[in-house]
C-alpha cells in the first residue's frame, strides 16, 4: 500500500509565515507581542526545546524573555514571578517549561497563570474551557496534530480515534478535539487490557508514550492513519517517534515522521496562541 508522508515541517513553515506577517502588521500599531517563558532545573532536553521556541519567536519577530531558575529554587519564587508577569502589560504569553522539578506542585504552579496569558492552555481554566466545548487557548500539540488532519483532509467525523497516553499535555485534550470533531474516541494507558485489539481497530491511531517502537506493524489496521507524537532519544543519540516507522508506513494510509511531523506543529502553534493572546488582551479579537 502506499503512503503519504505528513509533512509537519512543511504545514509549520506555510502556519508561521502567515504569523510572521500578523507579527509585522501588530507591529505597525505600536503592539510588540511578547512571550515569557520560565524554565526551572537543569533538564537538557527542556532547555533544548525552549532554545527552539526562543529561536522561532525570534523568526517571527515575536519578543520572547526566558527566566532561567536553578533547581533547588523555591516554589513560592515561582508563585511571586508569574504574578509579577500577569501584571506586567508588555507579557502576552507565559509558558512555564514542564516538566519541574520534583519538589514543585505542577498544578499549583500552572493555576497561578492568567488564563489570558495561558499560551500553553494548560490552566484549569483554559482544560475546562476545552471541556465544555468553549475552548480558550488549545495545548498546542494536540492543536497542532488536528491541523495536521484538516492540512490533508483525513476524515475524523465517524472514525474510530484511538488515542495511547494521556497526559494532560497530550492525550487527554487530544482526545477532546478528537470527540469534538465527531470522531468515536478510544483512550488507552498504561493499565489498558488488550492494547493491540483496540489499537487495531484504529482508523487514527495517535501514538503519545514515550517509548521508541512502542507500537508495531501487527498492531497497526491496514490504512490507519498514524500519528506518532513522541520524542524518544536513543543510545546513539538519533531522535525517534514511538511508532517503528519503517514497518507500520507499508500499512498506513498517512503517516507523521519523527522528527519533521508533530514536533514543528507544536512551537508553530504556541506562536499562534501567543499573537492570539495579543490581540485579546489588545481587545483586537
Ligand atoms: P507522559 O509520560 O506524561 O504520558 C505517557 C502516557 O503513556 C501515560 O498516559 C501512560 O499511561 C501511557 N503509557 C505508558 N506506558 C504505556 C503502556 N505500556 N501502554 C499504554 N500506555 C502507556 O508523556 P507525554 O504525554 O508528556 O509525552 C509522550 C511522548 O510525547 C514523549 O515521547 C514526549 O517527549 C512526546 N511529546 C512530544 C511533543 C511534540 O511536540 N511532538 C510534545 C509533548 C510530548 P498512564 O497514564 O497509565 O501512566
Known sequence: MSFTLINGKFIASIIKEDIKIEVEDLKSKGINPCLAVILAGDNKASEKYVSFKEKTCLELGIK????????????????????????????NGILVQLPLPRHMNQNNILQKIDPLKDVDGFTPYCLG????????????????????????????????????????????????????RNATVTVCHSKTEGLKEITRKADILCVAVGVPNFITADMVKDGAVIIDIGINVTNYGKVVGDVDFESIKEKASYITPVPGGVGPMTIAMLMENTVYATKLQKGLV
Not at 64 to 84: A, C, N, Q
Request: glycine fraction near 4%; include cysteine; charged fraction near 25%.
Open 129 to 180: 474551557r476545552l471541556l465544555i466545548d468553549n475552548p480558550l487557548f488549545i495545548p498546542c500539540t494536540p492543536k497542532g496534530i488536528m491541523r495536521l488532519l484538516d492540512a490533508y483532509e483525513i476524515q475524523i467525523e465517524k472514525k474510530h480515534a484511538v488515542v495511547v497516553g494521556r497526559s494532560i499535555i497530550v492525550g487527554k485534550p487530544l482526545s477532546l478535539l478528537l470527540l469534538r
Open 64 to 91: 520572547s524573555v526566558i527566566f532561567r531558575l536553578s533547581e533547588g529554587i523555591d516554589e513560592e519564587e515561582i508563585h511571586k514571578l508569574i504574578d509579577e508577569l500577569n501584571h506586567n502589560p508588555s507579557i
